[in-house]
């Protein structure tokens, strides 16, 4: 089945520790979002990428990095300087000919 | 820019009744429009879109949205929901044509169905 994998559904990770969320798609899309979800705030845009090797801030980039190595891969890593790094983190791709996203099941990230 | 308000927060119901979750949008450009919902603990499932043609969309569940250009709205409904329909659900615009396919989201409906 085609769809977006996001792993660990749950990581819990000690302050002043940088972590990286795994998202993978075998949809054969071309452009991948990054977005973090806190309760009653929607969803906020980190970063995507339109292509491979190529990637853009999105509205909340600080604190946080990605890399866009290969089509199907869009790795997001926390980094300590982010200041509130516990939420949900979501993962979408689109197909370059759709305007519709396609979310992963998302990470819950917890740091203490 | 774009941004999105959706009026209510919450909307408990009890089952069986019909529901309104109400969207309005802010653009100085023409926008699509879509409905996504999200199940606790999951990812975003695409309910319906409005691209372009008849103003009444429907979607996947029985839902369908209504789009009014004047009064900048897309109201999302359902005539009867289940307890299966509670979930949060988020409005959100893309600006029409150019490179850019952000998404804004409003900031989420949290639909309650009671028996």
């Known amino acids: 089945d085609g769809g977006i994998t996001q792993s660990p559904k749950y990581l819990f990770r000690k302050e002043g520790q940088n972590v990286t969320l795994s998202c993978e798609q075998n949809l054969n899309h071309d452009a991948m979002y990054w977005y973090r979800q806190d309760p009653g705030q929607g969803l906020r845009l980190i970063y995507y990428s339109q292509i491979v090797n190529d990637f853009q801030k999105g509205d909340i980039a600080e604190g946080y990095s990605v890399s866009r190595e290969k089509k199907e891969s869009f790795p997001l890593t926390v980094t300590s300087a982010q200041k509130n790094p516990t939420a949900f983190y979501l993962c979408?791709?689109?197909?370059?000919?759709?305007?519709?996203?396609?979310f992963g099941p998302g990470t819950r990230l917890t740091v203490t | 820019a774009q941004s999105v308000t959706q009026l209510d927060s919450q909307v408990p119901v009890f089952e069986e009744a019909p529901v309104e979750l109400r969207c309005n949008y802010s653009s100085s450009v023409s926008v699509y429009l879509f409905w996504y919902v999200q199940y606790p603990n999951q990812g975003l499932q695409l309910l319906l879109k409005y691209l372009s043609g008849s103003t009444l969309v429907k979607g996947i569940n029985g839902f369908e949205a209504e789009f009014n250009k004047s009064q900048t709205s897309f109201h999302l409904r359902k005539p009867s929901v289940h307890i299966s329909d509670t979930a949060e659900y988020f409005c959100a615009v893309k600006a029409r044509g150019g490179s850019n396919y952000k998404l804004t989201f409003g900031k989420g409906t949290l639909l309650t169905v009671n028996p």
């Open positions: 979408a791709s689109r197909a370059m000919s759709s305007y519709e996203q396609y």
